[in-house]
């Protein structure tokens, strides 16, 4: 059974449902969370959010630093994506201070107008806009490549193999 993804919305939210979670994958179906690590160390996070045993149906993992900087691995794709010069892209996306502050930015010169008006806020450009969530989710399903991704982003090539592993054990 495939569910359609759950945004919750903040890391906030989302640490206070991973119990929830867990039971569903305990109970129902096989459960993969991603989550940013914002700079921090994924070891000291997933032991901290998740300090209790949990079922193998359970896949936990965390985007070294922002998720965004998984999509910006994908440089060919995200750069038509997005309507600007491939050049202008990150060469090392995992090593960015702020990927998704990297994304406004390229979105905000982007040559399509309603990537700029919706991925961007029209009232401060460090700031998402009301599409951003929309037109990167529809870049995932529609144009991202992550074996292509994951050979810029070890963060990313690690979830995949773990994807594959996990998607392999539940079949």
């Not at 038509?80 to 990927?99: I, Q």
């Not at 390229?106 to 460090?126: K, T, Y």
Request: hydrophobic share 40%; aromatic share 8%; net charge positive.
């Amino acid at each position: 059974m495939s569910k359609a993804p759950i945004n919750a919305n903040g890391i906030t939210k989302l640490i206070r449902s991973l119990p929830r979670y867990v039971q569903q994958a305990e109970h129902v179906q096989p459960v993969l969370c991603i989550a940013d690590t914002d700079h921090k160390c994924a070891v000291d996070l997933i032991s901290e959010w998740l300090p209790y045993a949990h079922t193998d149906r359970f896949l936990f993992r965390l985007a070294v630093s922002e998720a965004e900087s998984w999509l910006l691995s994908d440089g060919e794709a995200f750069a038509a994506f997005l309507g600007v010069p491939v050049a202008n892209l990150p060469r090392r996306p995992d090593d960015l201070p702020d990927a998704k502050r990297e994304v406004l930015r390229l979105a905000s010169r982007s040559r399509v107008r309603l990537i700029r008006q919706e991925v961007v806020s029209p009232f401060d450009s460090n700031k998402p806009g009301t599409g951003y969530n929309t037109h990167l989710c529809g870049f995932v399903r529609q144009h991202w490549r992550a074996p292509h991704a994951a050979a810029k982003s070890a963060s990313l090539s690690r979830a995949v193999k773990r994807l594959a592993e996990f998607g392999a054990a539940h079949e």
